[in-house]
């Protein structure tokens, strides 16, 4: 797992991490946006009017209602990326992530706009009478590229899994774990055979579980975040404006947090933004291809609300818990996982300026004169003898460090280091750190008028989040594996999308984490290029709207 854990780096550094896709994301957002007129603002009210179902007609053809087919995206989009996300990107980014999620989320909202308009226009009716669409049937039927319609189908199924399944139950089991105690295999079991018969109904079981579930869980988790956020009012002000800030110098150092540059923190900041919202990934567009529709663009221009409810407000309220809470700058005991952990060479304190500045620049990969440690550490009754080195753990010194084997309290002998991991996977090693993901969010939670009980919040809203989300991509895969193999491939996706649910449940998180960040970049690329080729075919197709809409109801654009 930890050899698997570094190739999923390597190809995040190629690409999520990489300094250019973040420019590459924004940019067609920021292209869309200038080139369209600023649909996200301008349309803004006249797509509302349309989730209504003021402009509905029983002639429509499709399988789902506007607001079935919006509850259904919204399902797959709000999850795991809104709690444990924005907590991932504020504990490795700081304050200045939160920024760059905005703006993920703004220009992304035109990017769905458009993405969602083209491939409504190309969806098809399959053999059993039901719609399917995404980019794949724009790239094959209007494009010509068969080879990218491919490509982009079989990442689709990929990031159904690493996207849609696996963080999705991860999450779910640390966080009912945290809270009631139970096993997470136990969880993911139960979950695995509730999801089993959700998904078997297809997309008409699924939208009106989802239509039922989005409203109630966005409620629940609202007023939740109002109990932290007006018991540390106080904290509001200085918590804005540390996001504002930091957003072009990058996040300081604050407590146990060592700081983030601006490098960092603009780059974890759009691809946690395209984890919540997934803005021109390409997976909505499926969810939308069912609606009752006959002008496409009416059906894109509801996809616009969802960046919109999912960063702007959803995970904006998570933010301004985490950060007025205080507690994504302290530390607490918690097990450290393997990829987030690294013994260096030497003692290291962050208290102390100098030392403080050194593992600010070995984190932010800047030069640096630390060095990964490689020996022997001696230990006796779970404590190091010798104290030749530091412990980093989720970008913070580790305090506190014990040793134990699997099965066993404590643990006397000898722990091997290489390269700065431990060699033996059995070695557990226990400590005080920054945590992240949803431990740091439940944390936050308890920190209002709730109090302990705010952590339940957290996990129903988790819960409720993740397990849809997982609803909505196991019917992103199936169609995409209709279009790769026809429709007898769907129940062996099923069967395998079920199993792979439940294995995530006990699953190393971080390891989770990594394998998603790199399934959504290699969704999102072919999804870019494509919309991008289609750019004056979209000008016009929202030109061709309000010429028809003016003609049907006589008024002007809304």
């Known amino acids: 797992m930890e050899a698997f854990g570094n190739f999923l780096d390597m190809l995040d550094g190629m690409l999520g991490s990489a300094f250019w896709f973040p420019y590459v994301l924004l940019g067609i957002g920021l292209f869309f946006t200038i080139y369209l007129k600023f649909p996200q603002i301008t349309y803004f009210k006249h797509a509302w009017k349309i989730v209504t179902g003021k402009y509905d007609k029983k002639e429509h053809e499709g399988d789902t209602t506007h607001f079935q087919a919006l509850a259904t995206a919204l399902s797959g989009t709000v999850g795991t990326g809104n709690i444990g996300g924005v907590a991932l990107a504020i504990s490795i980014g700081g304050p200045a992530a939160l920024f760059w999620m905005w703006m993920t989320a703004f220009f992304g909202m035109t990017t769905k706009f458009v993405e969602v308009t083209l491939s409504h226009k190309y969806r098809v009716k399959t053999e059993d009478g039901t719609m399917a669409g995404g980019p794949m049937y724009y790239m094959d039927r209007r494009l010509n590229m068969k080879w990218l319609a491919v490509l982009f189908a079989i990442a689709t199924v990929i990031s159904s899994f690493g996207t849609g399944s696996l963080p999705q139950i991860n999450n779910i089991a640390q966080g009912m774990e945290a809270t009631f105690g139970f096993a997470p295999m136990m969880t993911?079991?139960?979950?695995?055979?509730?999801?089993?018969?959700?998904?078997?109904?297809?997309?008409?079981?699924?939208?009106?579980?989802?239509?039922?579930?989005?409203?109630?869980?966005?409620?629940?988790?609202?007023?939740?975040?109002?109990?932290?956020?007006?018991?540390?009012?106080?904290?509001?002000?200085?918590?804005?404006?540390?996001?504002?800030?930091?957003?072009?110098?990058?996040?300081?150092?604050?407590?146990?947090?060592?700081?983030?540059?601006?490098?960092?923190?603009?780059?974890?900041?759009?691809?946690?933004?395209?984890?919540?919202?997934?803005?021109?990934?390409?997976?909505?567009?499926?969810?939308h291809a069912s609606a009752k529709a006959d002008e496409p663009v009416s059906e894109g221009m509801v996809s616009i609300l969802e960046p919109f409810i999912d960063t702007i407000i959803i995970c904006t309220l998570t933010g301004l818990v985490i950060l007025s809470s205080g507690a994504w700058t302290e530390k607490f005991q918690t097990t450290f996982e393997r990829s987030s952990m690294e013994f260096v060479q030497g003692v290291y304190h962050e208290k102390n300026d100098e030392d403080r500045g050194a593992l600010y620049k070995y984190l932010n990969g800047q030069d640096s004169q630390i060095e990964a440690y490689s020996g022997t550490i001696n230990v006796i009754e779970g404590k190091a003898v010798n104290q030749d080195f530091t412990v980093l753990h989720n970008r913070s010194v580790g305090e506190n460090i014990r040793f134990s084997l699997s099965g066993e309290h404590t643990f006397t002998g000898s722990v091997n280091v290489v390269d700065g991991s431990v060699e033996d996977s059995s070695i557990i090693v226990v400590g005080d750190s920054l945590v992240h993901s949803a431990e740091l969010t439940t944390i936050a939670f308890t920190r209002g008028y709730f109090g302990e009980n705010g952590k339940y919040i957290v996990s129903i809203g988790l819960l409720l989040f993740a397990f849809s989300t997982a609803i909505a991509w196991s019917y992103y895969g199936d169609r995409a594996m209709t279009y790769l193999l026809g429709s007898r491939s769907v129940m062996p996706y099923r069967v395998f999308y079920v199993a792979a649910f439940f294995w995530a449940s006990f699953a190393d998180t971080t390891l989770v984490w990594k394998l998603a960040a790199v399934a959504i970049v290699v969704m999102t690329l072919p999804n870019l290029f494509g919309i991008f080729l289609l750019r004056k075919e979209m000008k016009q197709e929202v030109d061709d709207y309000w010429v028809k809409f003016k003609k049907d109801n006589g008024s002007e654009k809304e």
Request: glycine fraction near 16%; avoid cysteine; charge should be positive.
């Open 188 to 287: 993911g079991g139960v979950l695995a055979v509730l999801l089993a018969l959700v998904i078997l109904g297809g997309i008409k079981r699924i939208a009106a579980i989802t239509s039922r579930v989005v409203p109630f869980m966005a409620a629940v988790y609202i007023i939740g975040a109002f109990g932290v956020i007006f018991y540390n009012i106080e904290n509001i002000g200085p918590a804005f404006a540390s996001v504002f800030m930091d957003a072009f110098t990058g996040s300081a150092a604050a407590g146990g947090f060592i700081g983030a540059s601006f490098a960092y923190a603009f780059n974890r900041g759009v691809n946690r933004g395209l984890f919540s919202n997934e803005a021109g990934q390409g997976s909505a567009p499926i969810a």
